[in-house]
């Protein structure tokens, strides 16, 4: 089910309780402001979650809430990751979904990284 990406933060969220350690995750990489781990419904051979560690609903929360350690950490993390499990040569993709229409299912801001095969066009034409 499609969340709005607006309004207060839920610290029951999925991925709030994996940050606590309340939920288990194979964890890719971490760092100071985000945390790597594989999606436990894959929609590519290689799908990974990236996600803050700061309570961010949504992009739009993040980007305007957000410190500029806490943008340049996810940043940086969405890139080791990549480097790291060798995605750059034959390419990857990020994705963000951000609210009803964009289908974001959990009320934490996250980053997909799809890759291991060809992912075809970004969007169906209209």
């Not at 089910?1 to 606590?20: C, E, H, Q, T, W």
């Not at 950490?73 to 750059?88: D, K, P, S, W």
């Not at 390419?91 to 095969?117: D, I, K």
């Amino acid at each position: 089910m499609a969340v709005s990406g607006l309004g207060p933060y839920d610290p029951n969220n999925i991925f709030a309780k994996i940050l606590r350690g309340e939920i288990p995750c194979n964890r890719v990489f971490e760092n100071e402001h985000a945390l790597a781990f594989r999606d436990i419904a894959p929609r590519a051979p290689m799908h990974i979650l990236v996600i803050p560690k700061g309570p961010y609903v949504s992009f739009a929360d993040f980007s305007q809430r957000a410190t500029d350690a806490e943008i340049v950490g996810l940043t940086r993390a969405i890139g080791h990751v990549a480097h790291t499990l060798g995605l750059e040569e034959a390419g990857y993709r990020v994705l963000s979904n951000m609210g009803q229409h964009a289908g974001q299912e959990v009320p934490h801001f996250h980053v997909h990284l799809f890759a291991g095969r060809p992912l075809g066009e970004m969007l169906p034409s209209a």
